[in-house]
């Protein structure tokens, strides 16, 4: 299944973006958002149960990120506000397709391509 991520760009320190997902093509009980900057391993951003009951957030983005789904069309977003430059990565959408809620990246099974988030300071 392939997951279609989107919403990448170059944005100022202190801006806002907000990435797109669509999770149409699938049936998953849990979406993450993870991202990896250069040099450093993938990592866990954000994440919801299908229903959106149950969200989990990693402390660096708690209070600026918001992760979502819109029930007509099934796609998920992150919205991210007050951007700092540490948050610049290649951002990855995620379905896991049975199971709870994880940050682990290894419990979930497809991936999107990817979008690149630039943070200018």
């Known amino acids: 299944v392939q997951l279609q991520a989107s919403g990448g760009g170059l944005v100022q320190a202190g801006g806002s973006l907000r990435l797109s997902c669509d999770a149409s093509r699938g049936i998953f009980s849990v979406i993450g958002w993870f991202r990896q900057a250069p040099g450093k391993e993938r990592e866990f951003v954000a994440g919801m149960d299908w229903r959106g009951s149950k969200k989990l957030y990693d402390e660096s983005v708690k209070g600026r990120f918001t992760i979502s789904r819109d029930n007509r069309d099934n796609t998920i977003y992150l919205r991210m506000n007050s951007l700092k430059s540490e948050d610049t990565a290649v951002y990855y959408c995620?379905?896991?397709?049975?199971?709870?809620?994880?940050?682990?990246?290894?419990?979930?099974?497809?991936w999107g391509q990817g979008t690149l988030v630039t943070v200018s300071s």
């Open positions: 995620s379905g896991r397709r049975r199971g709870s809620l994880t940050t682990s990246d290894r419990e979930y099974d497809d």
